[in-house]
């Protein structure tokens, strides 16, 4: 089944306890992103991945990191984790570099204290 | 820069009434437009998409949406609501010098008995 997955799906954690979220796809899809989605905000985009060893950030990347050594994993990092980040997170990936149509994994929620 | 607009972050309906969710885009070049639906604790799902050609495109649950370029408008409705509808829906924009989607800030759909 052609799908993107996360691990975790829930995380508590700590103020300054370094975190990493898993993103993994089966598609062979060569754009992969990370969006963080908040209450009135939408869906906003933090790093995003052209294809292997290249990334770039988005709209709101400050606080996380990201790397691309494979195709199929993108993980997000957050080194020092602050209540800020709070929020649910999603990795998406797209084979289609026109309309950059996303395939979504279900989401990780993230609460910091 | 592309932007866009979803009027109303709340929408409800009865059961069986007519669904109408509102998008407006900003875009400078003739853009590609989506409609995503994200279910409770879900990712999101694509429900249609258009990419210049047919202007009213039909997607998945029995929703459709028109591309209506004089009014930059792409609004989502389904003739008759059912209780499975009840979601947030996210409007979607990419094409142009950007490389990624641009996501309106959400509707959530209410159905009523």
């Known amino acids: 089944e052609a799908q993107v997955t996360q691990n975790p799906r829930y995380l508590i954690t700590v103020t300054g306890k370094k975190l990493t979220v898993t993103c993994s796809q089966n598609m062979n899809h060569e754009y992969m992103s990370w969006y963080r989605q908040d209450p009135g905000l939408g869906l906003r985009q933090i790093y995003y991945s052209m294809n292997v060893e290249v990334t770039d950030k988005g709209d709101v990347p400050e606080g996380y990191k990201v790397s691309r050594k494979e195709k199929r994993n993108f993980p997000l990092i957050l080194e020092s984790p602050s209540p800020n980040q709070t929020s649910l997170y999603f990795c998406?990936?797209?084979?289609?570099?026109?309309?950059?149509?996303?395939?979504f994994g279900p989401g990780t929620r993230l609460t910091v204290t | 820069a592309q932007s866009v607009t979803q009027l109303g972050s709340h929408v409800s309906v009865s059961e069986g009434a007519l669904v109408l969710l509102r998008c407006n885009y900003s875009s400078s070049v003739p853009p590609y437009l989506f409609w995503y639906v994200q279910y409770p604790n879900q990712g999101l799902q694509l429900l249609l998409k258009y990419t210049s050609a047919a202007t009213l495109v039909k997607g998945i649950n029995g929703f459709e949406a028109e591309f209506k370029k004089s009014e930059t408008s792409f609004h989502l409705t389904k003739p008759s609501a059912h209780m499975s509808d009840a979601a947030e829906y996210f409007c979607?924009?990419?094409?142009?010098?950007?490389?990624?989607?641009?996501f309106g800030t959400g509707t959530r759909l209410q159905v009523f008995p």
């Open positions: 979607a924009v990419s094409g142009g010098d950007t490389d990624k989607l641009i």
């Open positions: 998406a990936s797209s084979d289609d570099r026109f309309t950059y149509e996303q395939y």
